[in-house]
């Protein structure tokens, strides 16, 4: 027999059963064998930046690129974005969640990290490019 799950979830199967010597068990009888199987997500959400690359100048706020994210299960009401910045010797310098602003106190190159996490806790991240310059 073949069984298709569709939905993610837990589902308990309910069946009777015949051994090799005739025996029975029903699905309703006490010893019966009750399986639960767990259809679970384990695929991650995608993210598409708009943009390939981003500028932005020392001590003045700089809001992210704009993401698109989408997942295969969850609402995107349910996926939770970040954007952890980094130095170019690999030091975090700003983090925040999809809607903030951060500013940046030294001008160079930094490489934006943009994660999705979905509520099953699974994970994805994109990278884009930012110089930040000095302000004239």
């Excluded at 027999?1 to 025996?23: R, T």
């Amino acid at each position: 027999h073949k069984i298709i799950f569709d939905k993610y979830g837990q589902y308990q199967l309910l069946f009777d059963y015949v051994d090799g010597q005739g025996n029975k068990i029903k699905k309703t009888d006490a010893t019966s064998i009750r399986p639960v199987i767990s259809v679970i997500d384990q695929i991650a959400p995608t993210i598409k930046i708009n943009g390939s690359s981003q500028e932005g100048t020392v001590n003045k706020d700089i809001k992210p690129l704009d993401v698109i994210v989408s997942d295969n299960y969850c609402d995107i009401s349910e996926l939770s974005i970040y954007y952890f910045v980094y130095d170019s010797k690999g030091s975090l310098c700003a983090s925040i969640q999809k809607g903030s602003t951060f500013r940046l106190s030294e001008a160079g190159n930094y490489t934006v990290y943009v994660y999705c996490i979905d509520a099953n806790g699974n994970a994805s991240y994109s990278t884009y490019p930012l110089v930040v310059k000095k302000g004239s």
